[in-house]
């Protein structure tokens, strides 16, 4: 087994338990809703702007896992990147955790390449987590619930519901990447902007709600990296 790339220390909700992941494996995936004529459509909006269809749908993209951060400030290479809520499914040991996570990425080289686009950027995700348990099956998805403000604006809002399960999710990357079998952390997909239009600020707040009322959160800040 090669040594991990990465390694990031997360705390259990409501246990006090601390959990050290080493990872070698940092996917995130897109292209996820359930509705599927909402995705063709989304493909052919992105094809009419010269960015090609994704090879898989749902889409898997196999990240460097040093991007995984759970710091409350990234760097970017430039001003027009913007962050995405997601819910994160952590894999540790056998054990299956849910977090909240975001999928910054750099807007100007979407628009070619939306695998190196959301290669460029961090992938924070909040430092606490929810067990799940040893069967991701058993999870609540549906009564789960997302939204993300930015700048302390509202910026996205929506049930988990939309998005496919992550049992689905796991079975589906692994029938397109192969059996992974070491600690993983998978972004599972996000919504719809609540106006339609990326912003590109400084400040974002993620937020996932459970149904008996936890609510996991992220925050972080944007800064240019120095040359």
């Not at 997360?10 to 338990?17: A, D, K, Q």
């Not at 897109?30 to 898989?56: C, F, K, M, N, W």
């Not at 619930?145 to 302390?152: E, R």
């Not at 079998?181 to 993620?206: I, K, Y």
Request: aromatic share 4%.
């Amino acid at each position: 087994m090669p040594p991990p790339l990465a390694t990031l220390t997360l705390n259990v909700v409501g246990t006090g338990e601390e959990i050290q992941l080493s990872l070698n494996r940092l996917i995130v995936a897109g292209y996820t809703a359930r509705d599927q004529a909402a995705v063709a459509h989304h493909i052919a909006e992105l094809a009419a702007i010269g960015v090609p269809p994704p090879a898989s749908v749902p889409a898997f993209y196999d990240l460097d896992p040093r991007l995984l951060t759970t710091g409350a400030v990234i760097e970017v290479d430039g001003p027009a990147t913007s962050g995405e809520v997601e819910p994160v499914i952590v894999r540790h040991g056998g054990r299956h955790f849910l977090a909240v996570g975001s999928d910054h990425t750099d807007r100007d080289l979407e628009r070619t390449d939306i695998a190196v686009s959301k290669a460029a950027c961090p992938k924070p995700i909040g430092g606490t987590v929810v067990e799940i348990g040893p069967d991701v099956t058993s999870l609540d998805w549906d009564r789960l619930a997302a939204d993300c403000t930015v700048d302390d604006r509202a910026y996205q809002e929506d049930s988990v519901a939309t998005l496919r399960h992550p049992a689905e999710l796991l079975e589906r990357m692994e029938a397109v990447l192969g059996r992974i079998a070491d600690d993983l952390v998978l972004f599972c997909g996000t919504f719809p902007l609540l106006t339609g239009t990326f912003v590109h600020g400084s400040a974002w707040q993620m937020c996932l709600g459970m149904p008996d009322g936890t609510t996991l959160t992220h925050r972080y800040e944007t800064k240019l990296r120095s040359t």
